[in-house]
DNA sequence: GCCGTTTTCGGCCCGACTGTTTTCAGTCG
């Protein structure tokens, strides 16, 4: 059973016991344990299986008696009692209600009390009828809200993309900047954090002119509704169109379809005083558990932190900064932690696991440490550059390093190379090389992993290629236990010197490979072989937390673009965003090393 | 239901916005 159906089962537990009104703190405590369990690096239930399975679950922050209990009941029964006696007296289709933007538990236990509404249909019928007038707090407003609410249910529930909604957040910035005096202008929560999806996008303002802001805003191109509109903040859906030309899937631009279709995305735009930048940003950046974290200390220390700054505790009703108390920091993050006594950590690694314990700022990897693309791919195969304009792209780029790496011969349907075409191709890879002087062209292939964990190719070529990424292609679906053995086979191949996109997934797509990740990464340092972070933003594979227990058992990580069009290259910002989610440093990232390290380390598993 | 170098009991983030109110409840992040 996966960590997201354990979680799933937690949730619902939370949700349903909301709607019977019971007691807001159980509820809250449900919540954070499905996140527990939903954000868990490694396999709840192998552990829940365990002979000191409740014990060693509680040992996870969030996690206490009764919800491990649940959980080991939930993985060795294959359901939770509790669930199902709070399913008999929740109607299913209340779920659903609480997923409407705007309405809340409150909400729909009045549409259910006080209406019989157990159903999205029922509650059609009674805005049909007019009978939802007669509930209280409902008028002529609420129920517009309402019926748009509903009209946009799935699209509003939706997550994007890293990669699109990065595209957007800077078409806003772009558009406010462009439209009204800022000061400063930065998208906070949890794209600033870098996670793989993001729900909506939070854009941070400082600026002498709060209400031109807003108006830019709101009157920007791509606005599909305006759904709330103060005098310091205003929410929008925008279209991801309104970015630019990266869809959903990374083709084709969006035909604007000059109206209110496509896929859109919540926008946030929020407008704080210059001298609370740092507290707001903090505050908006998250995640929520590094913020209650942080306030925790606040509190150890005698003081309260909110999104206006750093205040002394003095236990009055009024916030502190509605009574011009003074800040003792807040103008940046850096002064807020320094006040504190913790040391400041990146976005990307906020997430309330113990980071506030670190002795110093971790030096993470970073985008200009990168100095080589193991993985890319040519005409001869699925890309659109030759080899030579590919070589200068990169070489552009300032990369000492480039492998052309494109498919094997079972990866048809992107014209795999059969191994004559093969040896051709590596013999016009070393003509390129006295075309493009200034970097050192690499001939490999992207070796296809078949299903029992052979490669693609045989020893004897392998070995004349420089680079062999070996990559999962097909048979994506087999069961955990196949794919361990399937990967471990594979990074244990003396041959192979990265483990390419390890699970094959496609993020809100294709779920690929599910193996044991601790067992491959053990397999992949024991014969010095580095796991890919695929840069592209519909894989980021390996994953951010598996990239971390991958940096913690000391395995050496590639970060590669997989280019196929010369933009691709553009996604390496996704890469190492994903590599500093896990923590990652650039020493350990083969791609940062030197030339000649580099190198050397291609050639020992040629020796 | 969880958690603890100010607590094993008594807390559990809090401010903006909205619509419906006659001073505030509900939602959201």
Not at 139 to 156: F, H, Q, R, T, Y
Not at 334 to 340: G, H
Request: contains cysteine; neutral net charge; aromatic residues 4%.
């Amino acid at each position: 059973m996966s960590n997201a159906a354990i979680a799933r089962a937690l949730s619902e537990i939370a949700s349903m016991m909301e709607l019977l009104g019971e007691d807001s703190f159980r509820v809250l405590a449900h919540s954070r344990a499905a996140r527990a369990v939903e954000d868990f690096p490694g396999d709840i239930a192998s552990i829940a299986r365990g002979a000191t399975g409740a014990a060693d679950l509680r040992k996870i922050e969030g996690l206490g008696p009764k919800t491990a209990e649940k959980i080991v009941e939930l993985v060795t029964t294959g359901a939770i009692a509790e669930h199902a006696e709070l399913a008999a007296k929740v109607p299913a289709g209340l779920l659903q209600l609480l997923q409407l933007q705007g309405i809340g538990p409150k909400t729909v236990r009045v549409f259910w009390t006080q209406a019989g509404v157990t159903s999205l249909a029922d509650l059609h019928r009674i805005i049909a009828d007019g009978s939802i007038l007669k509930l209280p707090r409902m008028g002529e407003k609420s129920v517009e809200k309402l019926k748009a609410a509903i009209s946009m249910l799935s699209e509003s529930t939706k997550r994007h993309r890293l990669g699109p909604a990065t595209v957007l957040a800077e078409a806003v910035i772009a558009h406010l900047k462009a439209r009204a005096k800022i000061e400063r202008i930065e998208a906070a929560g949890s794209l600033r954090r870098g996670r793989e999806t993001v729900g909506d996008l939070d854009i941070l303002v400082a600026t002498a002119d709060p209400a031109g802001v807003v108006q830019a805003f709101v009157t920007m191109p791509g606005v599909t509704a305006v759904l709330q509109s103060g005098e310091t903040r205003a929410s929008c859906r925008v279209r991801l169109s309104a970015g630019e030309a990266v869809t959903d899937d990374g083709e084709a631009p969006i035909k604007d379809a000059g109206e209110d279709s496509g896929p859109s995305m919540q926008v946030d735009v929020k407008v704080v005083p210059l001298e609370s930048w740092g507290a707001a940003l903090m505050y908006f950046t998250g995640s929520k558990d590094f913020n209650v974290a942080l306030r925790g200390r606040a509190q150890d220390r005698g003081l309260t932190l909110n999104e206006y700054g750093l205040f002394p505790e003095d236990h009055e009703k009024t916030p502190p900064q509605a009574r011009h108390v003074r800040p003792l920091a807040g103008k940046t993050e850096e002064s807020i932690c320094e006040a504190l006594g913790v040391a400041w950590v990146p976005p990307e690694i906020r997430e309330g696991r113990g980071e506030l314990d670190v002795k110093g700022t971790p030096r993470l990897i970073e985008l200009g440490d990168i100095q080589a693309e193991l993985h890319s791919h040519t005409t001869a195969s699925d890309g659109v550059l030759s080899i030579v304009e590919l070589a200068k792209e990169a070489k552009r780029r300032g990369f000492h390093t480039l492998a052309i790496t494109d498919h094997s011969q079972s990866s048809v349907i992107a014209n795999g190379l059969k191994p004559d075409r093969l040896r051709r191709h590596i013999r016009a890879i070393h003509a390129a090389r006295e075309e493009v002087k200034g970097i050192t062209l690499l001939a490999g292939s992207e070796v296809d992993i078949l299903p029992d964990g052979r490669l693609d190719y045989d020893d004897e070529l392998l070995a004349e290629l420089d680079v062999v990424v070996a990559s999962p292609h097909a048979a994506l679906k087999q069961e955990p236990k196949a794919a361990t053995e399937r990967l471990i086979r594979a990074v244990s191949h003396p041959l192979v010197h990265i483990l390419g996109h390890p699970t094959g997934r496609l993020i809100m797509r294709r779920a690929g490979l599910e193996p044991d990740m601790a067992e491959v990464i053990a397999a992949a340092k024991a014969h010095g072989t580095a796991l890919e972070i695929n840069a592209h933003w519909m894989r980021l594979d390996l994953r951010d937390v598996h990239v971390r227990m991958a940096v913690e058992a000391g395995c050496a990580i590639a970060i590669n673009c997989d280019v196929h069009h010369p933009a691709d290259f553009g996604n390496l910002r996704f890469g190492v965003t994903t590599g500093r989610r896990g923590w990652l440093r650039a020493e350990a990232c083969v791609n940062t090393w030197s030339a000649k390290d580099l190198h050397e380390w291609l050639k020992k598993k040629r020796r």
